[in-house]
């Protein structure tokens, strides 16, 4: 399969970058599905894109764009209220009964659960069998249908060898003149389309007009690809946020977020990418965060299992990222890129009886390559244990290069940066900023002056 990696110029759209032919690695199960292609762009701008890519592929009046449905489903609370409307059960009885239902989502035995310990519970279901069945019919079943917010599909260009449109392959609706598939995007997945998920990011478009201004006040030429192509080194920038001064960088700004930062002292873009991948509830639980700040600041030494350095050696020894995974059962057990792809699906939808059965396939190949049982083992329990949580090191880095550009610009050009961080601050976050301003910088808020003020800052 081949990929094209496109930028987006500020003039116009599209210009390639690089081709590289890879193989069909990244097609997935006996399906062979393509992966989704993930994209951000500027909020403003997201129209622009959705505009392009029908003009690029909707040639001779064939339609081969359209955007993916969503469907939200009934949940035991939402499910409990609409029967009990239908059936005319008292309303305050229906919510108490909801409100004690713990999980929003909920499944059909959650109900009987709750009928060991709760009297009330147990006699709604004696006193509602009506009610009680109805429920179970239509728990889980299709609530509402909407557009998803970001999926944009494009359809080959034939079919069976004869020129088709999107209709032939997925049934399509059009909702407020928009093309949308009656099929949801796990659906389209399992058809073997190629999903084009393009969202716009507000951070994005921040950063577009921090650039404007730094090129309008200060007669500069900055683009963001240049600050990307500077080396993503610039040690002013590390040390702010080393600092803790992190209001309005893009994921970094978090209380929680911001304290590790500042224990973990970043110094290269590598450690604000494992940043972003370590910093969420099942990493910190499993320890793994803390881990990598010990090995960082020097206090304990990395230990790597057989075959596995190449994969961990950037991360001190800890598995963060998906694709770590994919990298040690190939070079471990010789495993395929797409098996190794496959794999990480497996674990993180649960499916045991699969699992077993590749794991007797790595730890063979395993053995076939000189790995020690023992290391084997250990590689396998640590790939099923910590797979269902690990993140995508190339979504981490964009996150963390988006991160470094709004950084840069924070301790480079502070009164441009903070002007348009207070321009679209919520009444709340403004005091924060003009604190850390104040803190960390030589710009200042001067009193607003009738004759040169305008709305905003």
């Given at each position: 399969?081949?990929?094209?990696?496109?930028?987006?110029?500020?003039?116009?759209?599209p210009i390639n970058v690089i081709d590289c032919n890879i193989g069909d690695g990244y097609l997935?199960?006996?399906?062979?599905?393509?992966?989704?292609?993930?994209?951000?762009?500027?909020?403003?701008?997201?129209?622009?894109?959705?505009?392009?890519?029908?003009?690029?592929?909707?040639?001779?009046?064939?339609?081969?764009?359209?955007?993916?449905?969503?469907?939200?489903?009934?949940k035991l609370k939402a499910c409990l209220k609409d029967v009990c409307r239908v059936h005319k059960?008292?309303?305050?009885?229906?919510?108490?009964?909801?409100?004690?239902?713990?999980?929003?989502?909920?499944?059909?035995?959650?109900?009987?659960?709750?009928?060991?310990?709760?009297?009330?519970?147990?006699?709604?279901?004696?006193?509602?069998?009506?009610?009680?069945?109805?429920?179970?019919?239509?728990?889980?079943?299709?609530?509402?249908?909407?557009?998803?917010?970001?999926?944009?599909?494009?359809?080959?260009?034939?079919?069976?060898?004869?020129?088709?449109?999107c209709f032939e392959f997925v049934p399509v609706k059009k909702v407020d003149n928009v093309l949308?598939?009656?099929?949801?995007?796990?659906?389209?997945?399992?058809?073997?389309?190629?999903?084009?998920?393009?969202?716009?990011?507000?951070?994005?478009?921040?950063?577009?007009?921090?650039?404007?201004?730094?090129?309008?006040?200060?007669?500069?030429?900055?683009?963001?690809?240049?600050?990307?192509?500077?080396?993503?080194?610039?040690?002013?920038?590390?040390?702010?946020?080393?600092?803790?001064?992190?209001?309005?960088?893009?994921?970094?700004?978090?209380?929680?977020?911001?304290?590790?930062?500042?224990?973990?002292?970043?110094?290269?873009?590598?450690?604000?990418?494992?940043?972003?991948?370590?910093?969420?509830?099942?990493?910190?639980?499993?320890?793994?965060?803390?881990?990598?700040?010990?090995?960082?600041?020097?206090?304990?030494?990395?230990?790597?299992?057989?075959?596995?350095?190449?994969?961990?050696?950037?991360?001190?020894?800890?598995?963060?990222?998906?694709?770590?995974?994919?990298?040690?059962?190939?070079?471990?057990?010789?495993?395929?890129?797409?098996?190794?792809?496959?794999?990480?699906?497996?674990?993180?939808?649960?499916?045991?009886?699969?699992?077993?059965?590749?794991?007797?396939?790595?730890?063979?190949?395993?053995?076939?390559?000189?790995?020690?049982?023992?290391?084997?083992?250990?590689?396998?329990?640590?790939?099923?244990?910590?797979?269902?949580?690990?993140?995508?090191?190339?979504?981490?880095?964009?996150?963390?290069?988006?991160?470094?550009?709004?950084?840069?610009?924070?301790?480079?050009?502070?009164?441009?940066?903070?002007?348009?961080?207070?321009?679209?601050?919520?009444?709340?976050?403004?005091?924060?900023?003009?604190?850390?301003?104040?803190?960390?910088?030589?710009?200042?808020?001067?009193?607003?002056?009738?004759?040169?003020?305008?709305?905003?800052?």
């Amino acid at each position: 399969m081949k990929i094209n990696s496109i930028k987006y110029s500020k003039s116009h759209i599209p210009i390639n970058v690089i081709d590289c032919n890879i193989g069909d690695g990244y097609l997935q199960g006996g399906g062979r599905q393509m992966a989704d292609v993930d994209i951000d762009f500027q909020a403003d701008r997201r129209s622009e894109i959705k505009e392009y890519l029908e003009r690029r592929y909707n040639l001779n009046g064939k339609q081969r764009v359209f955007s993916a449905g969503t469907f939200s489903t009934l949940k035991l609370k939402a499910c409990l209220k609409d029967v009990c409307r239908v059936h005319k059960i008292p309303v305050n009885l229906a919510n108490y009964i909801s409100a004690i239902i713990d999980n929003a989502d909920g499944k059909w035995t959650d109900l009987f659960k709750l009928a060991f310990s709760s009297p009330k519970v147990r006699k709604f279901i004696n006193e509602y069998p009506a009610a009680i069945e109805d429920m179970r019919l239509i728990l889980g079943q299709p609530r509402s249908a909407s557009v998803h917010a970001s999926a944009v599909l494009i359809t080959p260009e034939t079919k069976d060898g004869k020129e088709a449109e999107c209709f032939e392959f997925v049934p399509v609706k059009k909702v407020d003149n928009v093309l949308v598939s009656e099929l949801d995007g796990y659906s389209l997945d399992e058809i073997g389309l190629l999903k084009n998920d393009c969202l716009g990011i507000l951070e994005l478009t921040k950063i577009q007009v921090v650039l404007d201004e730094v090129n309008r006040v200060y007669g500069k030429n900055i683009a963001f690809e240049d600050i990307v192509r500077s080396g993503l080194d610039d040690q002013q920038t590390y040390q702010s946020l080393a600092e803790g001064y992190t209001a309005n960088v893009f994921q970094l700004s978090s209380t929680g977020m911001t304290k590790y930062l500042q224990d973990l002292h970043p110094d290269c873009i590598s450690d604000l990418i494992a940043a972003n991948a370590l910093y969420r509830p099942a990493t910190l639980e499993s320890g793994a965060s803390e881990n990598y700040l010990r090995c960082k600041l020097g206090e304990v030494a990395p230990v790597y299992l057989w075959g596995t350095f190449d994969a961990l050696s950037s991360t001190y020894g800890e598995l963060i990222f998906q694709e770590q995974v994919s990298q040690i059962v190939r070079e471990v057990g010789g495993f395929s890129l797409a098996e190794g792809v496959r794999l990480l699906k497996l674990i993180s939808k649960k499916k045991v009886d699969v699992i077993h059965a590749m794991k007797e396939k790595f730890m063979h190949g395993a053995d076939v390559k000189g790995c020690p049982s023992e290391d084997a083992k250990k590689a396998w329990s640590l790939i099923e244990s910590a797979g269902y949580y690990l993140f995508n090191k190339s979504h981490a880095t964009a996150y963390a290069i988006t991160a470094y550009v709004g950084a840069w610009l924070k301790a480079n050009y502070p009164s441009a940066f903070y002007t348009v961080a207070l321009q679209y601050a919520d009444d709340k976050e403004i005091i924060t900023l003009m604190s850390e301003m104040e803190q960390c910088s030589s710009a200042k808020i001067v009193p607003p002056d009738i004759n040169v003020s305008e709305v905003q800052f």
